[in-house]
Each structure stands twice: as structure tokens, then as C-alpha cells.
């Protein structure tokens, strides 16, 4: 059976607490926290900015599924001036650093999760809820026969699910 072991996002952004919760980084408010979010940005060479700072807190404070709006809607809690263009740019620069993952979640949703663990997901069609597997809780037999000139970079599975009374 698969068991859900994190907290996982709804669609507005706020997540719901399982049973199994995993461990959360420090409060996104305290003044340790902001230390360990900036000397994460410094380990993966990303100059710090207020901007990215914020972001960054939005981002690892607790593992979450979000849109890049909402991200961008809390980072302007933390400081306002934050443009669409900086947010975008800034999630581009954490994927490419490794420190998100983006999910298709279909054409028009694309979903940043902040737990870059080998795991899967259960996706809620009916609440928008996004729910994080552990990879050892879903067995992949075998592999694609690829073309010879491309090399696999990585799987992502997710299980979409919706209410029996749908």
C-alpha cells in the first residue's frame, strides 16, 4: 500500500498535515532560518538577493507543491516589490541548481516541489492536492528502450487519482 509520508499542497497553497509528516526546515521568520536559506543559496553559487532570499524561505521552509504565482504571492509577503519576471526567473535558476523540481501536472499546471528526493506523487484531481511517496513505497520494473542518442535524465510519476463518487 502506498502511504503518503509529507505534507501535502492543495491548489491554494496550503498544506494539510498527514499522519507521517516529514521533518521541516527551520521557520522561514526566525533569524537562524534566514541564515541557513541564505548559506543554502551560497553552497549551490547563487548570489543572494532579498528577492531570491525570499523566495528561497517561501521555497524550503517545509516541503511543499506550489505554482510559480504561488510562490511569487507569498515571497511579496516578505518583501513586496518582488516582480513576476524575478520570481520566474528566480524558480528557473533553483531548477537548474537542483534545488527544485518542476511537475507537470498537466498543460496548465506546473507545480515547484521543494523536496528534491528520489520520490513520486499522488495528484487529487478533485481537490488540486499533491501528496509526496517515498520511492521505496512504489516498486518501477524494467526501463524505455531509448534511441540511441539520448540518455535517460529522469522519471517522474504521478499518480492521479480522483473521489469514487466522481
Known sequence: MIQPTQKSTAPDGNSRENEMAAPTMPNAKDGAGKDRFAELLRQNNIPLTLQRLAIAQVLFARPVHLT???VLQRAQHIVPEISRATGYNTLK?????GL???LVIDPARIVYDSNTSHHYHIYDADTGEMTDIPAGDLKVVGSANLPSDV?????DIIIRVHSKDH
Open 68 to 70: 510559480a504565482e504561488q
Open 93 to 97: 535558476l533553483f531548477k537548474e541548481k
Open 100 to 102: 527544485v523540481r518542476e
Open 151 to 155: 540518455e535517460l535524465e529522469e522519471v
